[in-house]
């Protein structure tokens, strides 16, 4: 099956930092697009940032200047880099797969199982 790990969500204070990981498990990314998202409480699941397999990104409006996507292809892994962390981004990250940063949801696929980050003080 086609499918990420995400890992390196935890507990951290506004103002902090994390970094989180996406593994690809049972393919390489070298030709794909990776997709960072997440779903909040009572929330829709929402595009946070997205890498083309050329090293063009994009950012949501709300995390511009604060998160930083990049990605190894021999690691087969795409990081997302956190800092000045705040509430609002309390969700459930996850990573997906697609042949360009498409806005669709729908047309993301290998979901991962999430990975949790809570930002309290």
């Known amino acids: 099956q086609l499918q990420f790990v995400e890992s390196g969500g935890g507990l951290v204070q506004p103002g902090g930092s994390l970094r989180l990981s996406c593994v690809a498990s049972?393919?390489?990314?070298?030709?794909?697009?990776v997709g960072w998202f997440r779903q909040a409480p009572g929330k829709e699941r929402e595009g946070v940032t997205c890498?083309?397999?050329?090293?063009?990104?994009g950012y949501a409006d709300s995390v511009k200047g604060r998160f930083t996507i990049s990605r190894d292809n021999a690691k087969n892994t795409v990081y997302l880099q956190m800092t000045n962390l705040k509430p609002d981004d309390t969700a459930v990250y996850y990573c997906?797969?697609?042949?360009?940063?498409?806005?669709?949801?729908?047309?993301?696929?290998?979901w991962g199982q999430g990975t949790q980050v809570t930002v309290s003080s």
């Open positions: 997906a797969r697609n042949e360009l940063c498409y806005d669709d949801l729908l047309s993301w696929h290998a």
């Open positions: 049972g393919f390489t990314l070298d030709y794909d697009a």
């Open positions: 890498i083309t397999n050329g090293g063009s990104t």
